[in-house]
């Protein structure tokens, strides 16, 4: 069974800082590319920051700068670090495994999210 769990969203003022988590398991997190998307009340879901199974990174124009993802194999995790946060940064985040085989198969999976709310 695959899981991602989320955590350490939460209520932030302007300027400050979060760290997300993303813990997997049932999937070879090696080979997954791996992602953060989030989700404001209204709006679409919108990538944040993408990070290769290779180790090639990018990240939405909004967020360039400010945020970094990264991985520790080691613990099947995937982070964010979010620092200078602003208002419009109010979302919630979501964790993202994706894996396409050889085969052109599909790997497609989704934490529950977690709620960051920058509020002054």
């Known amino acids: 069974q695959v899981q991602l769990v989320e955590s350490g969203g939460g209520l932030v003022q302007p300027g400050g800082s979060l760290r997300l988590s993303c813990v997997t398991s049932g999937i070879r997190f090696s080979i997954y590319h791996m992602g953060w998307y989030r989700q404001a009340p209204g709006n679409q879901r919108e990538l944040v920051a993408r990070?290769?199974?290779?180790?090639?990174?990018n990240y939405a124009d909004s967020v360039k700068g400010r945020f970094t993802i990264s991985k520790d194999n080691a613990k099947n995790t995937v982070y964010l670090q979010m620092n200078s946060l602003k208002l419009e940064d109010t979302a919630v985040y979501f964790c993202n495994a994706y894996y396409s085989s050889s085969s052109s198969r599909t790997y497609d999976y989704w934490g529950q999210g977690t709620q960051v709310t920058v509020s002054s």
């Open positions: 990070r290769g199974s290779g180790g090639i990174t």
